[in-house]
């Protein structure tokens, strides 16, 4: 375990150095030309929100993250989370009074299959009804198939070490489209898979590489699926962008799907820091157990919302024309107090979407955005880190009611208006180019006017 970790942290401090080097001894280049303006986006453009089956729904079947979580005494009880099985009526209102047009969702495997071919007749009722109220709100559902969970007896199998997991996948996925194709959602297969491996393999014990190869033979194969049932399907698998490594980090996964992909579902988040590249290399040596280094929460990581234009330029460079959804993105705080750089959730999304504009004045073909979350949620093993629109105490409130937080309004106004005024001005101007997304943001930076 040391010797990995040392390879790993000299690997990624090598790569720190190199970035580095290479931003410093590459030749001047000029900023992307300034546009006068940011036009507004059209009226196709698609707004949404997002949510997850496990980190929302309660009442949690058996399933690999129901084992997880007593088995690491650091992590928090997932209780019934914010139980959207229960509201999601009323959290799917919320977002139709936002004015989004897509809501995002996740099809839990391990409620729908409690047993190897075994279909819960119930649960699928339960979705059934969420994707006709999200119909019935003027809303398309967007439908994740796997958001990092599968049932209890696929565990007993070998999760992902077991070579039989892309045909139990496979069948519950397909049992899955000829529920929903009707309804002709915007359809996500995998969600983030270098993290999903990254978990899985820490979690689990799965081997990288065959993981990346079942998940990119999973989603080849129910792509295809798809089109086969939903003439003109939309299907994507959504990247987790790292910048400063994104190609290192996503490259081998989109190169194996990439005749696969309708849309490219680009997820942004953080910007650049060596130093955090390093301290994040220590924690996965040493494993979910270690304490928190200063700096190591999430809601530390660096906010860089000009990043989110590298990431479309980075896909739009990748497939040409193609058009590209920020799948997710938003804005996490320590349980929902301001954060400590004093970024409110209302700029960091106002200064997002200007970004997105920006993106789109320049001839990207962004089609839409997924602001995560529409509430609270359950972060993986703690409910501190708060991204939602509308906040949740699960720990203190009985009650878990949903208390707006600023950005509601903000995000209301952005699709009324279809984004910021042509003339707004990010309230914090371009960081140094090698703390945002290098090499590209220090060999093709791009200013504001």
């Known amino acids: 375990m040391r010797f990995r970790f040392r390879r790993y942290a ?19 280049a000029p900023p992307i030309q300034p546009v006068a303006a940011a036009p507004p986006v059209d009226p196709g453009f698609l707004w949404g929100v997002a949510a997850s089956g496990f980190q929302s729904e309660g009442h949690a079947p058996d399933s690999n993250w129901t084992r997880y979580i007593p088995a690491h005494p650091d992590y928090e009880p997932v209780w019934d989370s914010v139980d959207f099985y229960d509201r999601y009526a009323s959290d799917i209102d919320l977002a139709a009074g936002l004015g989004v047009k897509v809501f995002r969702v996740g099809i839990e495997w391990a409620r729908v299959e409690p047993a190897p071919g ?6 699928f009722r339960f979705y059934d009804d969420v994707v006709a109220h999200i119909a019935r709100a003027g809303m398309r559902p967007m439908i994740t198939l796997d958001h990092w969970v599968y049932p209890g007896w696929a ?12 045909g139990d996948w496979l069948d519950n996925m397909r049992t899955v489209a000829d529920r929903y194709a009707s309804r002709n959602p915007l359809w996500v297969t995998v969600n983030e898979p270098a993290a999903y491996v990254s ?29 086969q049932i939903q003439p003109g399907a939309q299907v994507t698998s959504n990247v987790g962008y790292v910048a400063g490594s994104e190609a290192e980090v996503n490259g081998a996964f989109i190169d194996r799907v990439a ?39 999430i809601w530390d990581l660096p906010l860089r919302t000009e990043g989110i234009y590298y990431a479309l330029q980075h896909y ?40 997105i504009q920006r993106a789109k ?53 952005l699709i009324n208006e279809g984004g910021v005024p042509a003339d707004y001005r990010p309230t914090r101007s371009p960081a140094v180019c090698f703390v945002v997304d290098p090499p590209a943001s220090c060999l093709t930076p791009v200013g504001v006017p």
């Not at 000299?10 to 001047?28: F, I, K, Y």
């Not at 005749?259 to 997820?267: I, K, M």
């Not at 290399?281 to 190591?296: F, V």
């Not at 529409?374 to 208390?403: A, H, K």
């Open 155 to 166: 565990v007993d199998r070998g999760g992902w070490r077991n070579p039989g997991m892309v």
């Open 361 to 413: 004045a320049d001839g990207m073909n962004v089609i839409g955005y997924n602001y995560w979350s529409i509430t609270d949620n359950y972060e993986w093993g703690s409910y501190t880190p708060r991204f939602g629109l509308y906040t949740v105490d699960v720990r203190t409130d009985p009650g878990l009611g949903r208390r707006p937080t600023d950005a509601v309004g903000t995000y209301t106004q």
């Open 199 to 227: 978990q899985e393999v820490r979690l689990a014990g799965a081997d990288p590489g065959a993981m990346q190869d079942r998940i990119a033979q999973a989603h080849n194969a129910i792509y295809d699926y798809i089109h």
């Open 316 to 355: 739009s460079r990748r497939f040409p024309g193609k058009p590209l959804y920020i799948v997710e993105n938003g804005m996490p705080t320590e349980n929902g107090r301001p954060r400590g750089d004093g970024y409110s959730r209302s700029d960091h999304l106002r200064d997002t979407v200007y970004w």
């Open 259 to 297: 005749n696969r992909l309708d849309y490219v579902g680009v997820d942004y988040y953080f910007g650049y820091d060596p130093a955090q590249s390093v301290l994040a290399a220590i924690t996965r040596a040493l494993g979910s157990g270690m304490p928190s280094l200063p700096g190591m929460n």
């Open 118 to 123: 075994v279909w819960d007749e119930q649960a």
């Open 10 to 28: 000299l690997a990624v401090l090598a790569a720190a150095a190199s970035t580095m080097m290479l931003c410093t001894n590459a030749p001047a």
